[in-house]
């Protein structure tokens, strides 16, 4: 394989990498709107259980946030 082949690996390794960044940056945020709206609404723990399903889903974009920004192990 010549350098310029192997540039184009790393480069496409890289956009990669920083799509699945930018995009767990994005799935973050909606997570802590989600979870956000529910806490700061007045008397949040009275209307929990109404909104349970709103937090499991805002607690699932967040963790899918923390796979997506995730360091690779090995190398």
């Known amino acids: 394989m010549n350098g310029e082949g192997k540039m ?14 930018l995009a767990g940056m994005v799935v973050g945020i909606g997570g802590i709107v989600l979870i956000q709206s529910i806490l ?18 805002g607690a699932v974009l967040w963790l899918l946030t923390v796979v997506g920004d995730a360091p690779p192990t090995g190398s």
Request: no cysteine; net charge positive; proline share 6%.
């Open 8 to 21: 184009n690996t790393y480069r496409t390794t890289a956009r990669v990498v920083g799509a699945v960044y």
């Open 40 to 57: 700061t609404a007045p008397d949040h723990l009275a209307t929990l259980p109404a909104s349970s399903m709103l937090l499991a889903i």
